[in-house]
């Protein structure tokens, strides 16, 4: 059963930090290109940042040089990590693979104050 599950999310300030995990079962999730999104309520999904089978990264303008995005393969974990975080940060975020439809997590909540 193709799986990701999240964790990592969880209330802040501004200004504060989280980090996010999520855990690929299912599938060989160094095959993919993987993706971070969020959606916040009466939002569209957005894609937040994406790392390629080959490390290359890309991030959406809003989270350029305040999010990080990384995976180590040897423990099929994709991560975000989020600094200088801002209200308009608050969101669910998902993980999921850059194609659309082999895997997305159920997402974990992420609210900045």
């Known amino acids: 059963q193709v799986q990701l599950v999240e964790s990592g999310g969880g209330s802040v300030q501004a200004g504060g930090s989280l980090n996010l995990s999520c855990t690929a079962s299912g599938f060989t999730r160094d095959d993919y290109d993987m993706g971070w999104y969020r959606q916040a309520p009466g939002k569209e999904c957005e894609l937040v940042s994406a790392?390629?089978?080959?490390?290359?990264?890309k991030y959406g303008d809003s989270v350029k040089g305040r999010f990080t995005i990384s995976r180590d393969n040897t423990k099929d974990t994709l991560y975000l990590e989020m600094n200088s975080l801002k209200t308009e940060d608050t969101a669910v975020y998902y993980c999921?693979?850059?194609?659309?439809?082999?895997?997305r997590g159920q997402g974990t909540q992420v609210t900045v104050s």
């Open positions: 999921a693979t850059v194609d659309g439809h082999t895997a």
């Open positions: 790392i390629n089978v080959d490390g290359t990264t």
